[in-house]
């Protein structure tokens, strides 16, 4: 593992996260027939914990070794960002009869595009809305005052 780790110190970490999820996906390639049964197994209800533990852990593991140290808020937001891309990633893959996969592959590079459009979007939300927040705190704190 820490060789992988110092490989991918070169990478940004989106390449990083894109390559480790691809990785992630190649490794079910030989079971693609009966993944989807086994894909139902783990929305059973006696089952979905422990696959949303399973899930969270992977998540996690993917996001640290890609050198994301977040503390805050985006801790959740990566990690739901990113389990949103493997799980839509791999219901397409089931589908995907293309060479290799091919297209499974377009997919998920087009996913993390629009993740790293939204990541831009919400920094250009958040800069734009951050006046606002003191304003909207000053007036709540005046409103609470009298």
């Not at 949303?52 to 503390?71: E, H, V």
């Not at 996969?101 to 993740?115: H, K, M, P």
Request: glycine share 6%.
């Amino acid at each position: 593992m820490i060789i992988l780790f110092i490989l991918f110190r070169q990478k940004s970490s989106t390449v990083i996260l894109r390559d480790a999820t691809e990785t992630r996906l190649r490794m079910i390639m030989p079971y693609l027939d009966s993944w989807p049964q086994a894909m139902a197994l783990t929305a059973l209800p006696q089952n979905i914990q422990d696959h949303f533990k399973n899930l969270g852990t992977l998540m996690d593991d993917m996001c640290y070794y890609s050198g994301d140290r977040s503390a805050d808020f985006n801790w959740y937001i990566k990690r739901a960002s990113l389990a949103v891309i493997y799980k839509t990633t791999e219901m397409f893959m089931v589908q995907d009869s293309s060479f290799d996969c091919e297209e499974t592959w377009s997919f998920l590079e087009r996913r993390f595009a629009d993740a790293s459009s939204f990541g831009q979007l919400s920094t250009g939300l958040q800069q734009f809305t951050g006046g606002f927040g003191v304003g909207a705190q000053v007036a709540f704190e005046t409103v609470s005052v009298h």
